[in-house]
């Protein structure tokens, strides 16, 4: 069954994990916190496995790059160029 808290984010951007919650929690453990829209998604990181840190550090660099890209920071090549740059990779 799902079990559903209720907390705030202080003004410093803290937010208190729901007491019948902790204890599934080890004091300095790293929490993973997804968002998504309006969603948010706190997991433990600890039990991630290595696909999904794969995944998400691709995810995260990919949008780096849009964001870099959106910017006018983007290199054009012709295609022939580029085919032959990633026979290099």
Known sequence: MVEIGIT???SKGQIVIPLEMRGKIREG????VL???DKLII???TEMDEQLKEDLEFAKRTEEAWKRIDRGEGIRMDADVFLDEMMKW
């Open 8 to 10: 705030r984010m202080s």
């Open 29 to 32: 453990e790293k929490l993973l």
């Open 35 to 37: 968002g998504e829209g």
């Open 43 to 45: 997991r433990k990181a």
